[in-house]
């Protein structure tokens, strides 16, 4: 019979699932069966026993909140059985998740420290105390900070969350934590303490290093809740009876680095400011929190010539060092991280640096010291700040046992799995995997290094990749939370977000002028509609959907409002497609195609070559490009959300901007006004091509391929889109040729350099070693969804949500001999092998439960299965 499984609600947490009023359920349905039509559902809402029966609904992803909304703190837990005909299956097992302390409910002040002006900003103690009863039953601690914290009860660090309250857009947004500390009290007097710093809020933010982004004062609020053996309950919060005094971290700032001195004499209590500080409500963040994920020893410690000792750990990621052998009393460790070596072996970080033309560059650094007590046992670990590094060096002379990397990043729940015959591939699968991972430290960034900004491109483009590898659902909706917050009021989408500019209400008219590019802003409609096509997340839709509107709107109002100077100077008065040309406003463009070489062979920078004449280009290409497919993509939006009249207007107008981009930018022969391999892999991805054109586009990118010698030449919006277009259209051949070149510009070639994450230039490390911007960009990893969707043959059938259809149906290359890989989908585990053996091509499946699979093997045979397991063999040839 079976019972529906892996219970879960839309909300992250750390020991438990903290949810607000009204979360969303989700199950997996029994293995064998393929769908359901109505569920039953049991609750118990604080031991209150609550029933929802006879449900009539195929639905079991993302269910509404069948009871009224919940209040602070309800312990609940629940459960369903479903329906199928006459059918019933079993009960699943409970599922148990927290409401938090709603915002409404919270009575702690919130309290600062006493600051002395000192630079660099030390990290503060707040402390208070709780005077409690023997009979204990239940505890719960909630927190949260503008800064960074860390809380303690009784001197035990509460809970696993690293680099709590998280990163959002302050101004709009703060989330919570909560935490049972029921084992850390005891009767009488408990010490309660907060452990605060700049974190986000206050401290060095992007690529100029600009701090007090979101406020000038850091603060801290806590409140904590007992209840004893009889039922009675205590409330222990912040308030003026707090104290502050200076830690052992005398310094720490998030992208810097931390400096703690043991030796340092413990600060003067003083009594803090109370309510100094301007918060927006409270919340709690639906995703997974920042945690120690894994954990590295040194590959290598060589002393250097100057002295110094590097360590390698044979990785790029993001985390800390921890060193547990830090000498005699007084004994100071400098330890410096970045991902490259120069030539003589010694770390540099001199390619990270920041500059602006005609300015001194910002030099780069991630560095930590410590000052020995000498105290026994005595474990620097600076959870105050969080670097992305490879290489370490460390000042002094250190035992190599006692040197831990700690790789700390959002904690996100693997989905998949792949490997096959070539190591090569597998190789770059872990590279690209890794990359992602360095870049998911509570918000999607660009690198760990140098901005670690949420950038809008970046995520866009590999969003359907994170999607496959992890469950990034509630990773994407926290972020997209902060997007909508600094949304323009005009509609444009900033940048990055967080938006430490906070260019919604500071006049910045530099990046206002470069606030609003195609490809970048679209994040906005493309990334939910990832999650509601891999997830089933029609909520994600829901609650974008104002903010997707008022972009769309704002860039058709743009291009029928401007026009780019070439078409101006071609005719005075717009021609009738001009009205849905988006080219008259900035656009990023296709952004770090391969750079061309001078002829000393240095790379030209097309920006700072000429800036002038890159800022005003024509992208008009990329950009009605893009407003086709976010108008396109906002009226499946539309019609998922019951919204027909919306789902009409937008359908057509999608249609009137890919007439005006095929009369712009495209020629009876299929060759683009551009002529470049990314306008041909956008074109052909997006579907702006008319059918009939379609082989010769193929064959005009195929060309421009073999004219760069079987060089891949596309930048930051189309890279992700090569094979699979070389591959849908008749060329895998081309792709797979691309994917195993090894010289520049390449995957493999990265990989050859030494790469353990991919580049943020194709040329990121020349020939002779010299390391160019990050070494950890995830945005060309995205490559490796080829490997799943194409080589592994793993792909979610046209039209389908939530992998209910899924189609396996692998592309050969004579050079893979086998694959195998799995996917965790909503529905539940697909397991996916096949082999190449004696001129045959064998193919198994595993279809998990509420899914249908579509199984194509290369000699036009297809195969339909439901759940169960899918074993066949056929010859490659007739």
Request: aromatic content about 8%; overall charge negative.
């Amino acid at each position: 019979m079976g019972a529906p499984y892996d219970l879960r609600i839309d909300a992250g947490g750390d020991q438990f699932p903290v949810s607000e009023e009204r979360p969303s359920l989700s199950w997996k349905l029994p293995p064998t069966w393929s769908g359901q039509d109505g569920y039953d559902l049991r609750f118990r809402v604080d031991g209150e026993e609550r029933a929802v029966a006879d449900v009539a609904s195929g639905r079991h992803l993302f269910v509404e909140w069948p009871l009224p909304p919940l209040r602070s703190r309800h312990s609940v837990a629940w459960r369903v059985r479903a329906r199928r005909g006459e059918e019933v299956s079993g009960w699943s097992s409970w599922h148990a998740f927290e409401s938090g302390l709603l915002d409404r409910d919270w009575s702690a002040r919130w309290i600062s420290p006493r600051e002395d002006g000192e630079d660099p900003r030390p990290a503060h103690v707040l402390a208070g105390s709780a005077n409690l009863r023997d009979d204990i039953a239940r505890a719960r601690l909630y927190a949260t900070a503008l800064g960074g914290y860390e809380a303690f009860v009784n001197g035990t660090r509460v809970g696993t969350a690293e680099l709590a309250p998280g990163c959002t857009s302050y101004g709009d947004t703060l989330h919570a934590q909560a935490a049972d500390v029921t084992e850390l009290l005891r009767g009488g007097v408990n010490d309660l303490e907060i452990l605060l710093s700049d974190g986000w809020y206050r401290g060095s933010n992007g690529t100029w290093r600009k701090r007090d982004c979101w406020g000038t004062a850091t603060a801290a609020r806590l409140q904590l809740h007992v209840r004893y053996a009889d039922g009675t309950e205590a409330v222990v919060v912040t308030d003026a009876g707090w104290t502050s005094r200076r830690s052992h971290i005398v310094a720490a700032d998030l992208m810097n680095g931390q400096t703690t001195d043991f030796t340092a004499p413990p600060g003067t209590p003083r009594p803090v400011l109370v309510d100094a500080v301007t918060a927006p409500p409270i919340s709690y963040s639906p995703a997974p929190p920042v945690r120690r994920v894994e954990q590295l020893a040194p590959r290598s410690v060589t002393r250097h010539d100057n002295g110094a000792y590097i360590v390698d750990f044979g990785q790029n990621a993001s985390g800390w060092i921890a060193l547990a052998d830090l000498g005699p009393a007084g004994t100071r460790t400098v330890i410096d991280h970045g991902e490259h070596l120069d030539p003589t072996g010694d770390l540099t970080t001199s390619h990270l640096d920041s500059r602006r033309p005609g300015e001194s560059p910002i030099p780069f650094t991630q560095r930590d010291e410590v000052v020995s007590s000498g105290r026994p046992g005595e474990v620097f670990e600076p959870r105050h700040t969080v670097h992305g590094f490879r290489y370490a060096r460390i000042s002094r002379a250190v035992d190599p046992a006692s040197i831990t990397m700690r790789v700390v990043h959002t904690d996100l729940r693997p989905t998949a799995t792949f490997a096959c015959s070539d190591d090569d591939l597998n190789r770059l699968h872990e590279a690209a995997r890794w990359s992602f991972r360095g870049n998911a430290v509570d918000l999607p960034t660009d690198c760990p290094t140098r901005e670690r900004l949420g950038w809008t491109g970046d995520y866009q483009i590999f969003a359907p990749t994170a999607a496959r590898l992890y469950d990034v659902d509630g990773f994407s909706r926290k972020w997209l939370r902060s997007v909508r917050d600094d949304q323009l009021a005009d509609g444009r989408v900033v940048n990055s977000s967080p938006d430490a500019n906070r260019l919604k209400i500071h006049d910045d008219p530099m990046a206002d002028a470069i606030t609003g590019s195609a490809g970048w802003g679209d994040a906005v409609v493309l990334v939910p509609w990832v999650l509601y096509e891999t997830y089933g997340d029609t909520a994600a839709l829901a609650e974008n959907w104002p903010a997707m509107r008022r972009w769309v709107e704002w860039a058709l109002t743009t291009a029928r409002q401007a026009r780019h100077p070439s078409r101006v100077e071609r005719s005075a008065e717009p021609l009738p497609h001009e009205e849905f040309v988006w080219d008259g406003s900035f656009h990023w463009g296709e952004w770090l195609e391969p750079r061309r070489r001078a002829s000393d062979g240095t790379l030209i920078d097309p920006v700072l070559a000429d800036p002038i004449a890159w800022y005003a280009a024509d992208k008009g290409e990329v950009g009605t490009a893009y407003l086709y497919r976010s108008a396109d993509t906002l009226a499946a939006v539309a019609e998922v959300l019951g919204r027909a009249g919306d789902a009409a207007r937008y359908r057509e107008t999608a249609r009137k901007v890919r007439e005006a981009w095929q009369t712009e930018f495209l020629d009876a022969a299929g060759r683009t006004k551009a002529g470049t391999q990314a306008s041909y892999v956008r074109a052909l991805a997006f579907g702006l091509v008319p059918e009939e054109l379609r082989e010769k586009a193929a064959r005009h990118l195929v060309g421009l391929i073999g004219t760069a010698g079987g060089h891949l030449g596309t930048g930051f919006l189309s890279t992700a889109d090569l094979l699979p277009v070389l591959a849908d259209t008749g060329h895998p051949d081309v792709a797979y040729a691309v994917l195993y070149r090894r010289s520049s510009p390449s995957w493999l070639g990265m990989l050859d350099r030494g790469a353990t994450t991919i580049w943020e230039d194709w040329d990121g490390v020349s020939e002779d070693g010299t390391a160019t911007a990050s070494l950890n960009h995830y945005s060309k990893g995205a490559v490796i969804r080829f490997l799943h969707t194409h080589t592994l043959g793993l792909r979610q059938a046209p039209g389908s949500a939530g992998w209910e259809s899924f189609v396996v149906a692998p592309v050969l290359n004579e050079a893979i001999t086998w694959a195998t890989g799995t996917y965790d989908s909503p529905q539940g585990l697909i397991t996916v092998g096949w082999r190449v053996e004696d001129d045959h091509l064998a193919i198994s499946v595993d279809v998990p439960g509420g899914a249908q699979a579509q199984v194509s093997f290369p000699d036009g045979h297809t195969f339909h299965t439901g759940p169960g397991r899918f074993s066949r063999r056929r010859p490659l040839s007739h």
